[in-house]
């Protein structure tokens, strides 16, 4: 073999190195950064609430009134669900154990750190936080004294408490810490319950966070996404797109409200030499409160 032959097959051999290590080794390691998001939002008024936008997952609230509840007490919180329900989407239904709202009965007369006798106590026992809604899915009641109102003040007030609602300063307010007949359901508390439960109670996959990195031709992927909705999601597919065209899907089961998942890949195997655009995409045969933020475009920085 003469020299040239030689200097063929070097440079031959060369090349084909050359031309590998560009397709798969990391030379020049191209990040992508998050691009776009967008998020459902209602109006965030932090006073009234213990959090914002609390509410039970739907406007079909369960009930048990426990067997320490005499009948007049009975009587005093069936009247408040009755009229709350009047005022509100929500509708407020029995059942004999294991509803949404429990309700308990005390006789005794307790006092409370101020000297003054504790009427009741009220409030949601279980909350799951988000960033759109805290919901609410478990609440508790115990009524202590009688309200001897002509209307079941205490009972409202407590009810009032397991729905989210918070102390008011106003003397004439039923949210008031101490107790009187004259005191209203302030107009401010019937709104903020009639926004928060026209919105259907539907699930809302989103995208938390989204990392691309690009070594060659090998892809590295990490995105966070979580439910933001009012129930649990439905089974959903997550696709990613490079360029328009699809390299990786991935398929997951149903999030629960309130849960989201953290997901990496690594050394996914991209065919086009350079990439401007990686785009995720989460499917689901479902409605959601938010279809927008289930994309996530992630460009190079
Ligand atoms: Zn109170």
Known sequence: ????????????????FSILAYLFFPFFPVDFNFDANSNFSTTSDTSMQFYPNMRFSTDEVSFTIHD??????EGEMKEAFHIIENLTPINFYELSDLGD???????????GDDGLFIAGEGGPVNVTTGSNFNVISKGEIILIRNSDCERPNIAL?????????????????????????KQT???????????????????DLEFKSANAIMKGRALDLNF??????????????????????????????????????????????????????????AEGNFNELDKSNNKVVLKIK
């Open 1 to 16: 073999m003469g020299w040239k032959n030689v200097l063929f097959v070097l440079i031959t051999i060369g090349l084909v």
């Open 68 to 73: 320490s509840c005499n009948l007049e007490k």
């Open 101 to 111: 709202i429990d309700v308990f009965c005390e006789e005794k007369n307790k006092l």
């Open 157 to 181: 007030h407590e009810l009032l408490h397991v729905l989210g609602f918070d102390h008011s300063n106003n003397t004439n307010n039923i949210m008031y810490p101490v107790s009187k007949c």
């Open 185 to 203: 359901i302030g107009d401010d508390i019937v709104n903020k319950l009639n926004e928060l439960y026209s919105i259907e109670p539907l699930s």
């Open 224 to 281: 966070t996404i979580k439910n933001e909705g009012l129930i649990d999601s439905q089974d959903y597919v997550v696709n990613v797109y490079a360029d328009g065209k699809e390299i990786k899907s991935f398929s997951s089961e149903r999030l629960k409200v309130g849960y989201g998942q953290s997901v990496e890949f690594t050394n996914i195997l991209v065919s086009q030499i350079t990439i401007k655009e990686i785009k995720i995409v």
